[in-house]
């Protein structure tokens, strides 16, 4: 292992041969790190804490802390990390709590720039960028291939789409439907239409693109109920399948989304 002399690593960490070690980061008890991963100077990393193969964290960075919610009575809880995840400097992620099923998640090939916040019980799917100063309140949920700008909020139990784009110093108080662009400050956020720059850079084909816009035009902007809007995505779409997420998503907020 490349581990420097000043840093710190519990005898009940568990780190992979090739796991590299920066100067005066602490590696906690019950801490796994998987092969390929290097963790900066200046890392603190708490357990139970699992952290998968090849992801780079940089400096300064508190990962698996504990959840910071006044109900928290230092419960064991988890944190998961999956592979190839990028976590620049002063990100901090929390573990999670007992009343949110006591695991914060993040899957693979994420990137956390700069003083990201990741609070405790959140999942992020894979693909997920959070800007600089990006904040993450308890539970919320960031599905596959999102962006969060930087100085965004979203406030706890919120979701954010998959595909979705929440442009930089919004606060998102509902959740911010997929594939679609969400901008602005709380009951003041609204939407700006299909994320088409980002779809377009994940291969979707522009007849893809085209059937989401049309049903966007449908549930956001034909001023219909919106039951009646989803009566009419099913007619018009019934095998489309980024309409069917755009549906379902819909059907299952709790909050409300932004429209």
């Given at each position: 292992m490349n581990i420097h002399p000043t840093a710190i690593v519990h005898p009940g960490g568990r780190l992979a041969p090739d796991v590299s070690v920066g100067p005066h980061s602490i590696i906690s008890d019950e801490?796994?790190?998987?092969?390929?991963?290097?963790?900066?100077?200046y890392v603190w990393i708490q357990g139970p804490t699992v952290i998968g193969s090849g992801c780079k964290i940089y400096s300064h960075c508190s990962i698996g802390s504990d959840a910071q919610d006044l109900k928290f009575k230092g419960e064991r809880t988890y944190l998961r990390i999956g592979n190839n995840n990028l976590i620049r400097e002063f990100v901090t992620i929390n573990r999670g709590t007992p009343g949110g099923g006591g695991y914060t998640i993040l899957g693979d090939n994420n990137y956390l720039m700069t003083g990201a916040h990741v609070a405790h019980?959140?999942?992020?799917?894979?693909?997920?960028?959070?800007?600089?100063a990006a904040t993450l309140a308890g539970h919320v949920i960031v599905q596959d291939h999102s962006t969060i700008g930087a100085f965004s909020g979203v406030h706890q139990f919120c979701r954010v789409g998959s595909h979705a784009y929440v442009g930089g110093y919004s606060v998102?108080?509902?959740?911010?439907?997929?594939?679609?662009k969400t901008v602005g400050d709380r009951n003041d956020a609204k939407t700006y239409g299909i994320n088409t720059l980002g779809l377009e850079r994940?291969?979707?084909?522009?007849?893809?693109?085209?059937?989401?816009?049309?049903?966007?035009?449908?549930?956001?902007?034909?001023?219909?109920?919106?039951?009646?809007?989803?009566?009419?995505?099913?007619?018009?779409?019934?095998?489309?399948?980024?309409?069917?997420?755009?549906?379902?998503?819909?059907?299952?907020?709790?909050?409300?989304?932004?429209r």
């Open positions: 801490v796994e790190i998987g092969a390929g991963t290097v963790i900066g100077p019980d959140c999942v992020l799917g894979n693909g997920v960028i959070l800007a600089n998102i108080t509902r959740d911010a439907l997929p594939f679609v994940r291969n979707f084909q522009k007849e893809e693109i085209r059937a989401l816009k049309k049903a966007y035009r449908v549930l956001v902007q034909s001023r219909l109920h919106l039951k009646e809007a989803i009566e009419q995505l099913n007619a018009e779409f019934p095998d489309n399948a980024h309409v069917r997420t755009l549906i379902q998503f819909t059907s299952e907020s709790e909050r409300g989304f932004i």
